[in-house]
């Protein structure tokens, strides 16, 4: 077993994920016991005990005793209810369903019924995804141990490849909606109406915005003729463990039709009201705390890959360690 395999195996038994490595050595042992100080007490720890571990925290929440950030609900269905409400649409009725003895979609607003699909899982954990993944970056590292998951050296045919892997949830979600739409359709008898897709991110967040509405568009273009509308709306809370960030986007903000419009502004308006109800109960963390972007490391085939979500920079630096 390699030294970096080796490093893997002992922080999971600590817990911890190793990310990557950013400087690897050969110790010797002259010239540790020339710097002495820390260097050489971690030098004669590992070798009684086979390994040394010091944790530099980066935020609050790090480490086994680290500080629970403070996290807002997480956004569902319930938020895309009022939403849709407060645009002027509504849930269908029980009887608009068919009683939920077919497949049928959620919402009408104008002359569009609207099924939303809530994407509540980082596609990149998924075993399969990632073992595709690896096969397709580890040609641009040969020989290298770490890969880091980064689409931008790819060439154009890559991308594509890419693109199909990581847009599997989209993709599946597309075809779910244009079926369930349909069957809405025909129940309902109504020539006049026209489909449409509402997706809520909530937990892909390793694809960024313009990314996952990228996707979602070329699926929709590509894939039904069902689908006359794709609206997304992306929510996703970051945290250092001092400051905090609710990023929020919306699809489409240019030639968007006036439902769309509609829609575009209700999100706007229930996100301020959305954060001003977490206000006043003190920005207490809920029972079910919106997901945070999260590093996910995987091992294939004896090769470490790894993602990074951007992170806000702690407030501390070595030069001022309190803060600005």
Not at 35 to 61: M, R, S
Not at 248 to 261: G, L, N, Q
Not at 272 to 287: D, I
């Amino acid at each position: 077993m390699n030294a970096l395999n080796r490093s893997f195996e002992i922080l999971a038994k600590e817990r911890w994920t190793l990310i990557e490595t950013q400087r690897r050595a050969t110790l010797i042992e002259e010239e540790v016991r020339k710097e002495g100080g820390n260097v050489l007490n971690a030098y004669l720890t590992a070798q009684v005990e086979g390994h040394w571990i010091k944790a530099f925290p980066d935020h609050f929440a790090a480490g086994k005793k680290g500080i629970a950030p403070t996290r807002p609900p997480r956004v569902g269905e319930a938020f895309v209810d009022r939403v849709v409400e407060v645009a002027g649409g509504r849930r269908l009725s029980p009887a608009e369903t068919n009683f939920q003895a077919t497949r049928n979609s959620d919402y009408l607003i104008d002359d569009f019924i609207y099924e939303l699909k809530d994407i509540q899982e980082e596609g990149l954990e998924k075993p399969e995804r990632q073992a595709k993944l690896a096969e397709l970056f580890r040609p641009y590292h040969p020989g290298e141990l770490e890969i880091r998951i980064d689409p931008s050296i790819l060439t154009p045919e890559d991308l594509f490849r890419y693109a199909k892997i990581v847009g599997g949830p989209l993709h599946k979600a597309v075809r779910s909606a244009a079926d369930q739409i349909k069957a809405t359709k025909l129940h309902l008898k109504n020539p006049k109406l026209k489909g449409g897709i509402l997706v809520l991110n909530s937990g892909y967040y390793s694809l960024s915005h313009e990314t996952f509405v990228q996707l979602l568009l070329h699926y929709v273009r590509n894939d039904t003729s069902q689908i006359e509308s794709t609206v997304c709306m992306t929510v996703s809370f970051t945290t250092n463990g001092l400051n905090h960030w609710l990023n929020t986007r919306f699809h489409p903000t240019r030639k968007a039709s006036p439902t769309e419009d509609r829609l575009g502004k209700s999100f706007g308006g229930m996100i301020g009201t959305f954060m001003t109800e977490w206000s006043r109960a003190g920005f207490q963390t809920s029972e079910k705390p919106a997901p945070l972007p999260v590093p996910i490391a995987f091992e294939h085939d004896g090769v470490h890959y790894h993602y990074m979500p951007e992170c806000i920079p702690p407030p501390w630096t070595p030069e001022a360690p309190l803060g600005d």
